[in-house]
């Protein structure tokens, strides 16, 4: 009889503590992300993974009997079908700015790609590193672009 009474009274946490334990480990999580630059870092591997895209796109651009990368761009590698036609080189990076490629204005075989509304040099730098061997990146404050040649 006793332990029948306790199972009885033993009712189980309310509706409301069970909110408040959730907005808890929500807050705590997202102080770890923020703290750690998980999201930071998370941003630059998407960046890495798109301009290497943007690249491999390009190069077979080039390799399609072109000897040069005069007249490439993003809407013509989605026309031929280098790159999908979901792609969105306006506002499509991980800070809502645009794509950019472009021939090289000094060497028509190398070609430019730029990744625009990186917030800080130190952001650009970090994402420059993941190209160090193939590339050479140069980030403008004012514009906070950075462009990387090919």
């Known amino acids: 009889m006793r332990i029948r009474n306790i199972i009885k ?7 409301i503590e069970l909110s408040i334990a959730i ?3 929500g ?18 591997q998407h960046e890495t993974d798109t301009v290497n895209t943007l690249v491999v796109a390009a190069r077979n651009y080039l390799n399609a009997s072109q000897t040069t990368y005069t ?13 999908p ?3 969105n080189a306006t506002t499509g990076n ?4 645009a794509y950019t490629v472009a ?36 980030y403008t404050v004012a514009s906070k672009t ?3 040649t090919f």
């Open 23 to 25: 907005v808890i480990l």
């Open 94 to 97: 991980s800070w809502g700015g």
């Open 27 to 44: 807050i705590l999580v997202g102080a770890v992300v923020v703290g750690s630059g998980l999201g930071t870092k998370a941003k630059i």
């Open 103 to 138: 021939v090289n204005g000094t060497d028509a075989t190398k070609v430019n790609i730029s990744v625009v509304g990186i917030p800080d040099a130190a952001t650009a730098t970090l994402l420059s590193n993941n190209f160090t061997s193939m590339a050479t990146c140069a």
């Open 85 to 87: 036609s979901t792609f």
């Open 9 to 15: 009274s033993n009712k189980g946490f309310s509706l």
């Open 71 to 83: 007249g490439v761009g993003i809407a013509g590698l989605q026309t031929s079908n280098y790159l």
């Open 146 to 148: 950075n462009t990387c």
